[in-house]
């Protein structure tokens, strides 16, 4: 039996079509046909005027630390659950990194959990929505506000996720999201960054360019192309925008197939945690998740291996996600903090395959070997 992979990247049948086409007119550099096209499916979906597509996700984070306008020494919450990308964009900028906790019952940070790291150093908040899962917004981006810090959303993984109604990545003052191709559209690499401050979306042109006023110059707004602001080479190429483009016309589709797998891996898994076997991924009320990642938390690290090598054994690919960033080699011995939640999900939290080929046979395989592995194993 073939083994079901953890994620598979999805193709579309207009993608071999698209990239052809930008190879015979030759234009292989940002801001051409697709990335035009690109960027008009988020004005008209995600209701934003300022969106710049990025060679990575990293990059738009990059891009996000640089339009904060950051100083050495400010500080920076971030969650310590989260891919390392999200506390480099602004280590670069020589920023002191707070970690804040995972919420008990979630990956996800959350104003409980931020609100006593904040001083008056405090210059920048960052959340990451994890599994498409949103962090609760509206006390976060009021006391922002209030306090004069800035508030941004690491939705690498939350394309098609919302809260309240409104997409993950346009209720900060910036959003950075992922087209990597562990995602679900992906083209390779790839990212947007999503300028929702008014105040930064004249200097997030320059920024973008490399710190030139190029787009002006070519509008005709200035007479010279100079170098103004500091930025960098962001932009990702017309080869990556016509195959995003090929994927973003099937977004709702894949999301609501991804969706019907997620539906059913809680429905079928749900007695366990009854039982106290396992703990299922928990959705507020305000959240309408996109699908992206299912994953469940086990009692333990010893717990979670047995049963991946269970699942691996039977053909079934399963993983770890992120290693808790407050301990890491990297920047451990800087910091001292007890962050239990973080490790917790560190080491007890297990991703279950969920992309679009997974379909409801291969869910109710996969639910069938977890009961029997507890069955065996922990009766």
């Not at 500080?75 to 659950?81: D, F, H, Q, R, T």
Request: proline share 3%.
């Amino acid at each position: 039996m073939e083994k079901i992979s953890l994620y598979k990247p999805f193709q579309s049948t207009s993608a071999l079509t698209y990239i052809e086409e930008v190879l015979e007119h030759g234009k292989l550099a940002s801001g051409g046909k697709f990335s035009i096209s690109c960027k008009n499916w988020f004005l008209k979906n995600y209701q934003s005027d300022s969106v710049y597509l990025t060679s990575s996700c990293t990059d738009a984070l990059e891009m996000a630390a640089l339009l904060a306008d950051l100083k050495q020494d400010d500080e920076v919450i971030l969650p310590s659950y989260t891919f390392v990308s999200t506390a480099n964009a602004f280590l670069l900028r020589g920023c002191k990194l707070i970690f804040a906790d995972s919420l008990h019952s979630s990956p996800n940070i959350g104003w409980e959990t931020i609100l006593p790291l904040v001083t008056v150093k405090t210059k920048l908040i960052v959340v990451m929505h994890y599994a498409g899962i949103s962090v609760d917004m509206d006390p976060l981006k009021t006391f922002a506000r209030d306090k004069g810090i800035l508030l941004v959303e690491d939705a690498a993984q939350a394309i098609g996720a919302r809260y309240k109604g409104k997409y993950l990545g346009t209720i900060s003052d910036i959003g950075a999201i992922s087209f990597h191709s562990t995602k679900m559209i992906s083209c390779g690499e790839g990212g947007c960054c999503i300028i929702n401050n008014p105040e930064m979306k004249q200097r997030a042109e320059l920024v973008f360019e490399k710190g030139t006023n190029r787009l002006a110059f070519q509008r005709n707004e200035v007479s010279k192309y100079e170098w103004v602001d500091l930025g960098s080479s962001y932009g990702m190429s017309e080869l990556q925008a016509a195959l995003l483009f090929s994927q973003l016309e099937y977004l709702e589709s894949l999301r609501a197939h991804h969706i019907t797998i997620w539906n059913l891996y809680q429905s079928l898994l749900r007695e366990l945690q009854t039982h106290e076997k396992l703990i299922l991924p928990e959705v507020p009320d305000f959240a309408e998740v996109n699908g992206t990642h299912f994953f469940i938390v086990l009692k333990s690290s010893d717990v979670r291996m047995q049963l991946k090598n269970f699942l691996n054994a039977n053909g079934v690919d399963s993983s770890f996600h992120y290693l808790a960033l407050h301990r890491s080699p990297y920047y451990g011995n800087r910091n001292h903090q007890n962050l239990p939640n973080a490790d917790r999900f560190e080491s007890c939290l297990l991703r279950l395959p969920i992309h679009h080929e997974v379909n409801e046979n291969n869910v109710l395989q996969i639910c069938g070997l977890i009961y029997a592995f507890f069955q065996k194993t922990h009766e």
